[in-house]
């Protein structure tokens, strides 16, 4: 038993199929792929309508300043410059 499949594809799409497509395989593999986001269209659709619920980032995080993770209270013990005895062979 086999099957025929006939995918209409913008031209945009075709010609970059044809750039980047190598090998018959890849091209087969491309094409299923394609043919399993259009068979999962619903769900795709659903996380598209979840992402519009989500709040938008205001704009680029904060780049960090020396010194502004004090309040976390991070405390190094005394001996943290120290040499490690389980290097101790390697630092001969």
Excluded: W
Excluded at 19 to 41: C, D, E, F, H, N
Excluded at 61 to 79: N, W
Aim: aromatic share 6%.
């Amino acid at each position: 038993m086999s099957y025929q499949l006939t995918i209409e594809l913008p031209d945009e799409i075709g010609e970059e199929l044809e750039r980047t497509a190598t090998s018959p395989q890849q091209l087969s593999s491309l094409l299923s792929g394609l043919v399993r986001i259009y068979l999962r269209k619903d769900q795709l659709q659903d996380v598209l309508d979840l992402m519009e619920g989500l709040p938008e980032s205001v704009g680029p995080k904060p780049v960090p300043r020396f010194g502004s993770g004090r309040h976390l209270g991070i405390q190094l013990s005394e001996d943290f410059d120290e040499p490690l005895e389980d290097f101790a062979e390697y630092m001969q």
